[in-house]
């Protein structure tokens, strides 16, 4: 699969963005006269750098949408003649993208997905009306409901943790609205899915821990995202158990903790409170990398090192992973792929008329790095100094 360049996804970013502020403006729900956040608050509210943002706001300036004060900020203009341009698409052609950011800040899977969503439609002529959502159900109802008033094409939605309530989602079906989850899903709805082989990739990320002589091995989520409400929770949570059973392992359901703070900047006082106990675990499965930062932040302020008192695996191979210290080990989770299949999917059931719902999931693999102390292992075996590992 073609791979996109920083340089893409900052392009198709501030075009995303311009064409946000453009729908709200035009629709009125920016009226003539709002001021806007200034280039810092944007670029927080939606994940972007201050110069994807700057680049957006002037096109909205070219274009007539908004006038940037000096010294009192940005605002909302007057809308341009209906005789200007302003690259508006048809609603018929627009595809809705809902992304939930709420309970992964600062990850990059919704960059990823965006633009392997891109790559799938701009053949066949559609444009993405991209739309996020704070982990809020009540939120994500308004926005589903938003897209759908607007006569969208077609919506690609990844549901946010916790949702209980699917009447929404019933109701859009009952339309005849095209309608494929990424990511997670929900569970007794018959709608499309592609994801990941969550479930392969807990497997795998386990039998690896029990390989290097754990036995002991936690496994760490989010206490927003249950795996009673989440999937792809509940499916890594599934392979690792898969995987203690396979090796004889005992399942011990005190070695399972939900992390609650990973939106702040301080290491969780519960893990390291898990990390304290006598009976501690000597590995940790996170359920993402985000998480994973977590754990190596509670064992950092602990005196724990990693790997050598504590292996660790995360799971999504965000684009810190490799970079941080020690590199993690992680489960590649393919977000650009599960874009552009699910981009490829909505084409296709929007221009012709294909078989039942179709539940897609992409397979995954184990980027050994020295998070897990693999190579830690060899040299305690061998007396030999090993680089890099492959998966």
């Known amino acids: 699969m073609p791979k996109s360049t920083k340089k893409e996804r900052t392009k198709l970013l501030h075009k995303q963005l311009t ?14 006269g709002t001021r806007l956040l200034n280039d810092n608050e944007l670029a927080a509210q939606y994940q972007l750098s201050r110069d994807t943002v700057r680049q957006a706001l002037a096109h909205l300036a070219d274009e007539g949408l908004i006038e940037r004060i000096q010294g009192r900020g940005t605002f909302v203009c007057q809308s341009p003649p209906k005789s200007q341009d302003v690259s508006v698409v048809p609603e018929q052609k627009q595809i809705g ?19 392997g969503v891109e790559h799938a439609l701009k053949s066949h002529g559609y444009s993405i009306s991209l739309s996020y959502t704070e982990g809020d159900q009540e939120q994500q109802a308004r926005e589903i409901a938003r897209m759908s008033g607007n006569h969208v094409a077609g919506l ?3 549901p946010v943790a916790r949702t209980v309530n699917a009447d929404v989602i019933r109701q859009i079906q009952a339309v005849h609205v095209p309608l494929i989850f990424v990511d997670r899903y929900l569970s007794g709805l018959s709608i499309d899915y592609v994801g990941a082989d969550n479930r392969e990739g807990g497997y795998r990320a386990t039998e690896h821990l029990i390989i290097l002589g754990h036995r002991r091995i936690g496994f760490i989520f989010l206490e927003e995202e249950t795996m009673e409400t989440t999937s792809s929770v509940r499916e890594r949570w599934q392979g690792y158990f898969d995987a203690l059973q396979k090796y004889g392992v005992p399942y011990d359901p005190s070695l399972i903790m939900a992390d609650a703070n990973l939106k702040y900047a301080s290491a969780s006082s519960g893990i390291q409170e898990f990390l304290q106990r006598t009976d501690r675990p000597s590995a940790v499965f996170a359920v993402n990398d985000l998480v ?13 090192r990693i790997p050598q008192d504590l292996a660790l695996v995360g799971f999504d191979n965000e684009h ?19 874009g552009l299949r699910a981009g490829t999917l909505l084409v296709n059931r929007i221009e012709s008329n294909i078989s039942a719902p179709r539940h897609i999931e992409l397979p995954v693999n184990l980027l050994i790095r020295e998070s897990c102390g693999a190579q830690l292992h060899v040299q305690q075996n061998t007396g030999k ?5 492959r998966g």
Do not use: K, W
Request: aromatic content about 6%; glycine content about 6%.
């Open 156 to 158: 690609i939605i990844c």
């Open 320 to 338: 810190f992973a490799a970079r941080i210290n020690p590199p993690l080990t992680t489960v590649n989770q393919p977000f650009f792929d599960i």
């Open 292 to 304: 994973a930062l977590d754990v190596m932040q509670a064992a950092h302020a602990l005196h724990l």
């Open 19 to 32: 064409t946000d502020f453009r729908e709200r403006i035009l629709d009125g729900r920016l009226p003539v």
């Open 385 to 389: 100094s090993v680089g890099h590992l």
């Open 97 to 115: 993208l809902l992304l939930s950011i709420g309970d992964r800040s600062g990850s990059s899977y919704p960059q990823d997905i965006l633009v």
